[in-house]
């Protein structure tokens, strides 16, 4: 109830179901909790499952749990008791990994710099994440909707704590992950946590280099009829790209090179016929699209962004403008490496 546990770790080393008997379990009630499971599950913990959980059962029996406990907190009742114990769990699970909880004072501080933080940077730093915790194995929404309105379920969070809380030393994340984080003075993490930083700002910083380069709103027809061919049109029309290794160096760029050849071996002489078709129809400009391709690639190659990232961007453009699904944003970003629109001659 406690830790999360995705389906393709059931029966494996991290399901600690494996490993532990209910007999054990029970035991941790009279030893402490060994550190290595509780660093094993500290940043997996899910107090609201538990607390879910809890509340399934009658009004009668949480009434009876929480008599049982009033002796460790007086104001328990049917309506609080199981906020109460999921918050005694998390709490036991992180002491016993080694997570030193804070004082009273430290936590008023806590709480008034994270609200500050949260004022100052929150809308950036939100945006920066795309919505979801970058906390490595997290990824929970950071927004959701409750009673009909949307709801930020995020904090702000210092990643190396003995620097000053400036932008590029701030990260938004769940809450659960932020609570722990707080307490965990790992360099190990902290660096991942700067990596993981460095990855959403240079991706921010692209988005923003192609905001104002427009893209032609008929690639979205063109989108969807590329979605719309199967097996008995793509059949026999395969075509030999024999310039993109002249443009993507397989032992440089190995799985770009793969993907970007498979897509055009398989898609390019239908995209071609599309984009004339519908060109000749006067419902897309096909040499205004050319023309705003490689302006994205121009404009990204000046900022020295990698192969793998200009590729990556510019199909992440032309998703958030047709909202189209990302893989036939790749197939036709594909096209146009092969129609020279994307990517120049390596030099050697």
């Not at 379990?25 to 997996?44: D, G, M, N």
């Not at 938004?172 to 460095?198: F, G």
């Amino acid at each position: 109830m406690l830790t999360t546990v995705t389906e393709d770790e059931w029966g494996t080393g991290k399901d600690p179901s494996v490993k532990l008997s209910d007999e054990t379990i029970r035991s941790y009630t009279k030893r402490k909790l060994p550190k290595k499971l509780a660093s094993s599950i500290v940043y997996r913990l899910t107090p609201e499952v538990m607390v879910e959980r809890i509340n399934e059962h009658s009004d009668a029996s949480r009434r009876l749990l929480a008599d049982d406990l009033k002796g460790y907190d007086a104001t328990l009742n049917a309506d609080n008791v199981a906020e109460a114990i999921s918050g005694w769990m998390v709490e036991i699970v992180q002491e016993s990994a080694g997570l030193v909880p804070q004082d009273a004072l430290q936590k008023q501080q806590q709480q008034q710099l994270a609200s500050d933080l949260k004022i100052r940077y929150g809308d950036y730093l939100l945006s920066e994440t795309d919505g979801y915790c970058p906390f490595p194995g997290c990824g929970k929404q950071l927004t959701i909707t409750n009673k009909g309105k949307a709801v930020h379920t995020y904090e702000v969070s210092l990643i190396d704590k003995g620097k000053p809380a400036v932008p590029d030393n701030l990260i938004a994340m769940c809450p659960q992950c932020y609570a722990t984080y707080l307490l965990d003075d790992s360099k190990k993490l902290s660096r991942e946590l700067k990596e993981i930083k460095n990855i959403l700002s240079t991706h921010k910083q692209s988005v923003h280099l192609l905001d104002d380069l427009p893209l032609e709103k008929g690639i979205v027809g063109v989108i969807r009829k590329v979605k719309k061919l199967g097996e008995k049109e793509l059949v026999g029309t395969s075509f030999d790209p024999k310039e993109i290794k002249q443009k993507l160096s397989p032992s440089q760029d190995m799985a770009l090179y793969i993907a970007v050849n498979s897509y055009v071996t398989t898609y390019y002489p239908q995209i071609k016929e599309i984009m004339m078709n519908l060109d000749k129809r006067g419902e897309i400009d096909y040499d205004e699209i050319q023309d705003q391709i490689h302006a994205f690639y121009k404009r990204l190659k000046k900022a020295n962004k990698s192969r793998l990232e200009t590729f990556n961007e510019i199909a992440g453009k032309i998703h958030r403008v047709t909202l189209q699904d990302e893989l036939y944003c790749q197939i036709v970003v594909s096209y146009f490496v092969q129609s020279c629109e994307v990517f120049d001659a390596i030099t050697k």
